[in-house]
């Protein structure tokens, strides 16, 4: 019943009214990208020849000037159910987040100089989502876009996200029933090990080693600092959890996983522990005014 969903749109006059539309597909769960790809490529080169369809290999927006006018070009992109955080209330169970669903999600990383990959100061991302005319599961397979919309998330937005991301894998890890002790540990050393290439440490030394000149992100800067302390608590209960799990024989890795939490939390404590004096100004009540000092300008702050 449940399945996996992929955006796919056509461009090219061989395509006739389904040129420039898009779809989502809805598969079998198992289904990966390059078997839908593979599959819609030659279905459309039996219709339209060897030669006259191919695959747009990115999800990046097709610009249809710099196509062949003489093919049919398929765009085929991985998507994800999407929900409003209001949603998410009432979508618990397995069966709530693969129920009644036409809103899907794809992000499209990229530079601004054309690259999709860069350093992390560099790096930039674009979230699309797409709403259908109608809401799966649905007697028809694929059902069209009729809606599209799209966010830029600057680069210290997309490092937010990024470690949301990582603290929540935590939070999976260290509360899964019954408990896994490899997953945890994979976890762990992928958020405390020193090894690990624009890690955590990284991300703090790119955004958070000095306050922005720019007042506009001061909130994204404080947003950030606020996620990195969450992240080691979330660290602090993985490897608690993790040393009622582990035998004898690994108790010399768990010691190790502590050594680099230690000094990673070392590392970060000056940068986390800074605060943008301007974010705060507001919150001092003067004698004059402190009638004014309403529950509005407490939601500025987070500590």
Not at 104 to 110: A, E, K, Q
Not at 155 to 184: C, N, R, S, Y
Not at 199 to 224: C, M, S, T, W, Y
Not at 266 to 280: F, T
């Amino acid at each position: 019943m449940f399945g996996t969903y992929f955006r796919v749109g056509f461009y090219g006059c061989k395509f006739g009214d389904l040129d420039e539309q898009e779809f989502v597909y809805k598969e079998p769960s198992i289904t990966k990208l390059a078997e839908i790809s593979y599959r819609l490529e030659e279905f459309y080169r039996d219709q339209f020849g060897e030669e006259a369809a191919e695959i747009i290999k990115d999800s990046n927006p097709v610009d249809k000037a710099k196509l062949d006018p003489n093919k049919a070009y398929i765009q085929i992109t991985y998507v994800e159910p999407f929900f409003d955080t209001y949603e998410m209330k009432d979508r618990i169970t397995y069966f709530d987040k693969n129920y009644n669903l036409r809103c899907f999600m794809y992000c499209t990383p990229f530079t601004l100089d054309g690259r999709a990959h860069g350093d992390l100061h560099e790096q930039y991302k674009r979230k699309t989502i797409l709403t259908t005319s109608h809401a799966f599961p649905y007697i028809k397979t694929r059902i069209n876009v009729i809606h599209k919309e799209e966010t830029i998330l600057i680069p210290i937005e997309v490092a937010i996200e990024d470690m949301q991301k990582k603290t929540q894998e935590l939070a999976f890890a260290t509360h899964q029933d019954p408990a896994d002790a490899k997953m945890l540990q994979m976890v762990l050393q992928g958020s405390v090990g020193t090894t690990v290439n624009q890690g955590p440490l990284e991300v703090a030394q790119v955004f958070l080693a000095d306050i922005p000149d720019d007042p506009k992100l001061f909130r994204h800067h404080n947003k950030l600092r606020l996620c990195f302390k969450d992240f080691m608590k979330r660290c602090e209960d993985a490897l608690r959890k993790n040393k009622t799990l582990i035998g004898a024989d690994q108790k010399e890795y768990h010691r190790e996983l502590e050594r680099n939490y230690h000094r990673l939390k070392e590392s970060l404590q000056p940068m986390i522990n800074r605060k943008i004096p301007q974010l705060y100004k507001s919150l001092i009540p003067s004698t004059s005014h402190r009638n004014s000092f309403s529950r509005s300008s407490l939601r500025k702050v987070e500590i």
